[in-house]
Every structure is written in C-alpha cells, then in structure tokens.
C-alpha cells in the first residue's frame, strides 16, 4: 500500500491566526523549507523527522541539515540516508511538499537523551529560503505535545489538471505525538473491525457504497440481481444514498453490511474507480462480496458480478488496530489506519451532512474532518458570545473549562461544520476541544485550507494546544 508518514509541528507556542512562519512577505515564486516540527518523539526503535516545503519545489533540491548538539553518540544511531561528513543530505524531488529522514536506534543500543539538528543550506537559493522553524530536536523517548500549528498533507501526486490531486490521501492525526500519517484513500474498499463485534464498515474516502443482494449463495448472485439493486454511483442520492452509505456518526449498528453472521449475505460493492463507463453506471464493474465469521475473524469470498467462484480471503481480527483494510482489487489486506490509539482525528474526502439553503444534505465532500470514536476520541464545540473574539475565547479557555464542557462522541462532530461551504473559508465563530484517545484534553482551531486565507486546497493548516 502507499503510506506515508512524518511528524509533523512548529514553535512550540501555538498561533491563534494566520501561520508560525514568517512567509507572509514571499513574493509568489519564492518558497521556504523548514522543519515540519519543533521537536519529535522516537517511538520504539526508530523515527522520521519531518521537512515541510510552503508550496511544491519547482526542481530538485537537497537541503543539508547539521547535528548542532547530542547527548548520544551516533555510533549508537543508523541515519537515512547515511550522514556525510557528519551531515545529513535530503533530497526533495520536483513537485514534493514534504521530505524527511529516518534515525534508527542501532543493533543493540539503548540511547537517551536528545538530538538537535539545523536546516543548513539549500541547494538552490535563488527561488528559496530556510524557514522559521529551522531546528528541531530528536527525543530518544515519546513526548506529549504541548501544543503546535499543523498543516495536514492531504495533496500529493499527481498533475495540476487531476481533480484527484488536492484530496489524494486520508491524513490521521496523533495530537499528542505531533504526528500525522496519509494514507492514499484508494487504497482500501472494505475495513474489518477488529474489536469484540464482527463489523464491516465502507470506505467512505473512495466513495464505496454497498447494497445486499438478498441472497447466501454466492454463485447464485448474478447480474440481472446486480440490475434489480439500487444504483451506487454515489453522489447526491438522498434516502438511496444513507442506504448505501454506512451511517457517517461511526455508529457500527448502522452500517450496509450489518452484523456478521456465520454464513452471511452476499452484497454488491463499488467504489470510485469501479462504478461508471463513460459517466454511465456500468454494473459489470461491481463486485459481490460475502463475509462470514471465521474463527480468527473473517472469512472473505469476493469477485466480480459474473463470477461464479469466489476469490477467498481470510482476515484475523489484530487487537493492536481498529480496523483492517482489504483491497477489492487487489485482494491484498492493508492498513487503513494507523494503530487504534495512535490517532485521534482524521482529514479526509468522505460522505458528510452539509446545512444548505433547502435543509440537510448528504454527499460527499472534500475537508471532511473524522474523530477516532473506536478509541476513545470525543468533541467539545466551544462557540464566541456577543462581543467575544475567536483570540480571544480561545487564549483564555482552560482545562476547568474543557472539563466542564459536554462532549459528543459521533465521528462526524466536527465533519464540515469547521467551514463555510459557500465562501469556502474557515469559520471563525468557534473552536473545538478535542479529548484524544489518551485522555488530554486539547484546544483545536483551523487556521486556513483555501489560497484567499493564506493556505492552499488540500494543505489545510490547524492549530492546537494542550490543556493543563
């Protein structure tokens, strides 16, 4: 699968508006490369340190970092790629926007303490310059963030004509660890929960929509039944549509597949890529899918519409994830997710509500922004009063206040509500208090997604920090 992952940050004082950087007075062909975070925590034996670009590099680029102090020996460490001189060279190709490093822990050795490193020199300095977060230090143990500025990487790949290209990745968010993780939304159709019920759950980031077939019996699943079911082009369908689509709160009693029994009903599923020909639906393309218990935990028969015998696919239940992901076409089991405790929200194009002019309404959207409900996420919504400004509200507002505030645990609390969906900018009447799957409690506001406010679609920038 394609995964990746950096951790991700700035200053350690978080900024209430506008960005940590000091870019507002880049002329429009120059950009900054710094640290995607302050300092960053090594969880187990290794960890990627971070390089953020403020807009794609026009060329290829190498930015030589330098070891300005450490408490260990780097005899003790394995670098990547390997230190020069004792220097780091990274290299970030045309069109990147991130770059970063690995340090492993050597064979063997158990360092502590701490390592800091400094952006030293780009290779190219004509159309570039070294940011404001230009140090960052390496913890040889895990940290809990005070706070940070984040700009989560949803935009990768690709051309500037793809419409794909500004919400390529679901992007998972660990508040507390400063971290982010991507993961190309098409690279999974199914989850499988992997907790004490026997769940399905739809990919809502590669629009996968599902619909039962009535019937056990794989083979005897064929396309004129294909034909009688509901369409899954999946857009705006209203009732058709929440039939076919998982229930957006996460509540894993409203899912399409429903509780999975020991022999259970073949269903018909499509996702993005397998759903039209030419803009008209192509039920062919579908495939049928049935899942029943296994005693690790489920058994997998799909296959197109036409066939007769099934593919099979066994997925043992792994208590150290929420859910696994299974790839349709593929055939192969990926992470969907980082490990259950090891993300408390997410960012992603998904099927939301929406308040419009005519009422509620379901789609699918880009900047949908999920809380992780499996593990112990839950939401506070802190609205301004008469008078107050957003600065304001939210430099004061302390941790009696979060405990004090009521929180709601649906996944799509947050969903669209952090934006205008006419204006398209960040709304400023409010912020949210987030209670990540460790128990913290931290303050949470969006700080721009759109070019007018300063950022860039699919480059969404937040702002948190930890109550204590």
Request: hydrophobic fraction near 40%; charged fraction near 25%; charge should be negative.
């Amino acid at each position: 699968m394609k995964k990746l992952f950096y951790a991700l940050g700035c200053a350690a004082a978080v900024c209430l508006a506008g960005g940590c950087d000091d870019d507002d007075d880049l002329g429009y062909q120059t950009v900054s490369v710094s640290f995607a975070v302050s300092e960053v925590g090594m969880e187990g034996s290794s960890a990627e340190v971070g390089l953020k670009l403020s807009r794609a590099a026009k060329e290829d680029l190498k930015v030589t970092v330098a070891i300005t102090s450490t408490e260990v020996s780097v005899s003790d460490l394995v670098f990547t790629p390997a230190l020069e001189d004792g220097k780091l060279v990274v290299s970030i190709p045309t069109g990147a926007t991130t770059a970063s490093f690995r340090v492993d822990k050597a064979a063997g050795e158990t360092p502590e303490g701490s390592m800091q490193f400094l952006i030293e020199a780009i290779s190219s300095t004509g159309d570039y310059k070294i940011g404001t977060v230009n140090e960052t230090k390496l913890s040889f143990s895990p940290i809990v963030s005070t706070g940070s500025e984040m700009q989560l990487e949803g935009k990768a790949g690709g051309s500037e004509g793809d419409a794909d290209l500004k919400y390529r990745n679901i992007v998972y968010v660990d508040l507390s660890n400063n971290r982010q993780v991507q993961v190309y939304r098409k690279t999974w159709d199914l989850g499988f929960y992997c907790g004490d019920e026997f769940r399905v759950i739809l990919n809502s980031a590669y629009k996968t929509l599902a619909a039962g077939s009535g019937k056990t019996d794989f083979a005897a699943v064929t396309l004129e039944d294909a034909d009688a079911a509901p369409s899954l082009l999946g857009s705006m369908m209203g009732d058709s549509f929440e039939k076919n689509a998982d229930d957006t709160s996460g509540d894993l009693a409203k899912t399409v597949f429903g509780e999975i029994a020991a022999d259970g009903e073949v269903f018909f599923v499509a996702s993005e890529d397998n759903k039209t020909t030419d803009g008209v639906e192509d039920r062919t393309l579908w495939y049928k899918v049935k899942v029943s218990r296994s005693e690790a935990g489920y058994k997998v028969e799909y296959g197109k519409v036409g066939d007769t015998s099934p593919k099979v696919a066994e997925i043992a239940k792994d208590p150290l994830c929420g859910f696994i992901g299974f790839s349709l076409a593929s055939g192969e089991q990926v992470e969907a997710q980082p490990e259950a405790k090891k993300w408390d929200l997410s960012w992603s194009y998904a099927a939301a509500w929406s308040t419009m002019n005519s009422g509620p309404m379901l789609s699918f959207s880009q900047d949908v922004i999920t809380i992780n409900r499996h593990s112990g996420a839950a939401v506070a919504t802190v609205m301004l009063g008469e008078g107050e400004t957003l600065a304001q509200k939210y430099q004061n507002y302390t941790l009696a206040d979060a405990q004090a505030a009521e929180f709601e645990v649906d996944a799509d609390i947050i969903g669209t509500t952090w934006r205008d969906p006419f204006g398209k900018k960040v709304k400023t009447d409010r912020f949210f208090v987030i209670r990540d799957c460790g128990g913290n409690y931290y303050k949470l506001q969006f700080l721009s997604f759109i070019e007018d406010e300063g950022g860039e679609r699919g480059r969404p920038e937040i702002g948190y920090a930890l109550l204590k």
